[in-house]
């Protein structure tokens, strides 16, 4: 797990693992069958590392980089595995309806407009967008994943094998699959970022680094727009 200081009502697609599961009236509500879970749904005894209003699962070979400003305030969540990574967001959305769709929208005219065809492909999510940038690196390949839950959307931007491969994301589907939103209840401007934090004891580990090394950045993150 890295940790850095930088100077200056839509639901997602029913997992095929919970369908032609028969309900009857004594069934209790259903938890969601993965996540990302609301943090009202969310499953217990699962490590998790706690950011405020996303709280990643623990899953072996998966490095967590996190980059925050001096006050602690994350601006960037990147977690790699082997040659793949994944950068995660979390937006404020409405009660009555999802963003993704006209999300995605925005994405692919943005990087039509920046001369970078996109295309849309359904995924265990539902509707992904894949597209191939020019980046200093040269040519680079992402998959843009949208999960809309209860008043937040999720965005996962995966780079690298994971990105033209889903099977290759292994440890990296499977945090996306237990991650958990905790929204909070004050009203927010849809699409505003959630707010994200280091946990106290990261803060204070990393602001002694700062003292002991100087100012030192995160490793920039890929797939963000």
Known sequence: MIFSRKRAAGRHALDERATNVPETAEDAPAEPARGPYDVTEAPDGVQRLDLGSLQIPAVPEVEVRVQADQQGVVQQVVLVYGQSALQLGVFAAPRSEG???????????????????????IGEYGTELHARVRTEDGLTDLRFVGVDGPRWMVRAVYQGAAATDPAAAGPLASCLDGLVVDRGVEAKPVREPLPLRLPREAGEQAAAADAATGPADAASAPGGR
């Open 99 to 121: 963003i993704w769709d006209e999300v995605r929208e925005e994405i692919r005219q943005s990087l039509f407009a920046d001369g970078a065809a996109a295309q849309e492909v």
